[in-house]
């Protein structure tokens, strides 16, 4: 689970490492409870500052975002190691065992979703419409 997210005018977060296991619970960890659900529902894509308005980004910035990230957990890495270990624990600790807790069944979801046999056939029937 990231420490600092930062996403350049594009919108895409830069945190340097690949896909995070769960995304759901890193969603509900991050942003508001007021405006996560309307925007899972909706399917809803949001820009940068969008997500930094619902708390799903740290910082917009107009440059290096992985450079940005960096600066910002250089303080904290810079102190007692044992004390941040702790409080990255208790405030993220409950996300992270719910992460793994649901990480296989909404993998499997999410693979049925975008590659069972529905998805094939909507994807089948919009590009026929597109003449693709």
Request: aromatic content about 4%.
């Amino acid at each position: 689970m990231p420490d600092h997210a930062a996403a350049g005018p594009a919108g895409r977060p830069g945190d340097g490492g690949g896909p995070e296991p769960a995304p759901l619970e890193i969603v509900r960890y991050a942003m508001r409870a007021t405006s996560l659900e309307p925007a899972l529902r909706a399917g809803e894509l949001v820009d940068a500052r969008g997500a930094r308005a619902r708390g799903g980004v740290t910082q917009v910035v107009a440059g290096d975002v992985v450079e940005a990230a960096r600066r910002a957990c250089a303080r904290p890495a810079a102190g007692p190691p044992a004390a941040f270990e702790a409080i990255k624990a208790g405030l993220k600790g409950p996300a992270v065992a719910r992460a793994r807790g649901s990480l296989e069944s909404l993998r499997n979801a999410f693979v049925e979703a975008w590659d069972g046999a529905e998805a094939r056939r909507r994807l089948g029937e919009a590009r026929a419409r597109r003449g693709a």
